[in-house]
T-cell receptor
C-alpha cells in the first residue's frame, strides 16, 4: 500500500540553527500538509499546499517556517532559526483530489531543539 | 469554529472487554469526522470516517463509530478489545481542507 515517507525520524539541532524536514507524499496525491504535535498536546495544523503554493496556514506558521516542493516527489518544511518551543513531532500528510478528503500521514519526524 | 473534544486522556480495558472512546464535536455545518490511530513509533492511520452517509460507520480492525447529531457525538467502539489495540486514538473534524484534532485518548489493554 502506498505510504507517506518522512525523513529523518529524529532530528536534533541547536537553537538558532536551520532544519529541513523532508516528506515524500503518495505519488498521485496533489494536496500536501504539515502538522505538528508538541509532547502531551494535540496535533495542530501548520500549513496546506496545493499547485505549488500555500493554500492555508495557521498562526503558528510564521516567517520562520517555509514549505517547498523542490521536485516532483519531495515536500519539505524548513524552519530557519529554531527555537526551543519548536521541539515537537512533525507530521506530513497528503491526499488526492477525490471527494473523501482523506489525509494520509507519515510516521513523523521528532525534532529536538537544544 | 469547528472543534472536537475527547473525554478521557487514558482508557484502560481488559482483553475481550468493550472499548468505548468518546468524541464530541462542535460544528455549524454537517461535519466530516474521522478517527485516526497512532501505534507506537508510527504515523497516524485512518480507522474510519463519517461523511454524511450512514450514521454507523465501520472501520478497520473491528472498530466502528456512530454519528449522533442530537448528542453531537462520534464515539468509537469495539466489542472486544485485543492486546494489539493498545495505541493512541485521535478524533478529528474536517474544516476547510485541514483536520482539527482532539487531544487524543491512550488505550491500554490488560491481559
Amino acid at each position: 500500500e502506498p505510504e507517506v515517507t518522512q525523513t529523518p525520524s529524529h532530528q536534533v539541532t541547536q537553537m538558532g540553527q536551520e532544519v529541513i524536514l523532508r516528506c515524500v507524499p503518495i505519488s498521485n496525491h496533489l494536496y500536501f500538509y504539515w502538522y505538528r504535535q508538541i509532547l502531551g498536546q494535540k496535533v495542530e495544523f501548520l500549513v496546506s499546499f496545493y499547485n505549488n503554493e500555500i493554500s492555508e496556514k495557521s498562526e503558528i506558521f510564521d516567517d520562520q517556517f517555509s514549505v517547498e516542493r523542490p521536485d516532483g516527489s519531495n515536500f519539505t518544511l524548513k524552519i530557519r532559526s529554531t527555537k526551543l518551543e519548536d521541539s515537537a513531532m512533525y507530521f506530513c500528510a497528503s491526499r488526492d483530489s477525490g471527494g473523501a478528503n482523506i489525509q494520509y500521514f507519515g510516521a513523523g519526524t521528532r525534532l529536538s531543539v537544544l | 469554529a469547528q472543534s472536537v473534544t475527547q473525554l478521557g486522556s487514558h482508557v484502560s480495558v481488559s482483553e475481550g472487554a468493550l472499548v468505548l472512546l468518546r468524541c464530541n464535536y462542535s460544528s455549524s455545518v454537517p461535519p466530516y469526522l474521522f478517527w485516526y490511530v497512532q501505534y507506537p513509533n508510527q504515523g497516524l492511520q485512518l480507522l474510519l470516517k463519517y461523511t454524511s452517509a450512514a450514521t454507523l460507520v465501520k472501520g478497520i480492525n473491528g472498530f466502528e463509530a456512530e454519528f449522533k447529531k442530537s448528542e453531537t457525538s462520534f464515539h468509537l467502539t469495539k466489542p472486544s478489545a485485543h492486546m494489539s489495540d493498545a495505541a493512541e486514538y485521535f478524533c478529528a473534524v474536517y474544516n476547510t481542507d485541514k483536520l482539527i484534532f482532539g487531544t487524543g485518548t491512550r488505550l491500554q489493554v490488560f491481559p
